[in-house]
Antibody, heavy 124, light 108 residues
Framework: QVTLKESGPVLVKPTETLTLTCSVS??????????VSWIRQPPGKALEWLAH???????SYSASLKSRLTISKDTSKSQVVLTMTNVGPVDTGTYYC????????????????WGQGTLVTVSS | SYELTQPPSMSVSPGQTARITCSGD??????VYWYQQKPGQAPIVVLI???ERPSGIPERFSGSTSGTIVTLNIGGVQAEDEADYYC???????????FGGGTKLTVL
């Protein structure tokens, strides 16, 4: 059974760096054509893809947030970490990690398993 | 930046068919995936590769395509189908993942 679980701070101050961890089980981060993505959702708003990392360590970032995001993985710990620098109130929302499947360069992958999400509030 | 466009909301009566559209310039070339999200829950995928149903998804969920528009069809809508629906794809180069703005489906 594939599971993903997000962890990280509930409250972050403006200008600080947010670090979120996704712990996975039921699959290996080395599995070909699979990976983990981070997706967020501001309260009452739409889903927004942030970044993903796949089995061969290839990474991709949202163009609008690329300068602030770093994604990495520790296969031995089955964890994927996302850092977001210089957060502000607009970064408040629920952050999900999701398993990415069907990864092929140049084509759309999709997300077949999601974590429950973690709510992050940015406020002083 | 590349965008996928969905109607913000839709209402249907039980038993009717709901048709939720997703439009984007790259859709003739790239697959679309559809997610259902109920309040307080994580999304689940209900259609993959434009028209395929993952295991466990009811047959009333289907998809169709026409050029730059992909449609999620829910035939015989039930009260339990009331949710937000999001389409997801990528741009022509496959560089970025993108979600549509979501459609809130209300079952009257």
């Amino acid at each position: 059974q594939v599971t993903l679980k997000e962890s990280g701070p509930v409250l972050v101050k403006p200008t600080e760096t947010l670090t979120l961890t996704c712990s996975v089980s039921g699959f290996s981060l080395d599995t070909p054509r699979k990976g983990v993505s981070w997706i967020r959702q501001p309260p009452g708003k739409a889903l927004e893809w942030l970044a993903h990392i796949v089995s061969n360590d290839a990474k991709s970032y949202s163009a609008s947030l690329k300068s602030r995001l770093t994604i990495s993985k520790d296969t031995s710990k089955s964890q994927v970490v996302l850092t977001m620098t210089n957060v502000g109130p607009v970064d408040t929302g629920t952050y999900y990690c999701a398993r990415l499947v069907d990864y092929v360069w140049g084509a759309a992958p999709y997300f077949d398993s999601w974590g429950q999400g973690t709510l992050v509030t940015v406020s002083s | 930046s590349y965008e996928l466009t969905q109607p913000p909301s839709m209402s249907v009566s039980p038993g009717q068919t709901a048709r939720i559209t997703c439009s984007g310039d790259a859709l003739p070339k790239q697959y679309v995936y559809w997610y259902q999200q109920k309040p307080g829950q994580a999304p689940i995928v209900v259609l993959i590769k434009d028209t395929e149903r993952p295991s466990g998804i009811p047959e009333r969920f289907s998809g169709s395509t026409s050029g730059t528009i992909v449609t999620l069809n829910i035939g015989g809508v039930q009260a339990e189908d009331e949710a937000d629906y999001y389409c997801q794809s990528t741009d022509n180069s496959g560089s970025f993942v993108v979600f549509g703005g979501g459609t809130k489906l209300t079952v009257l």
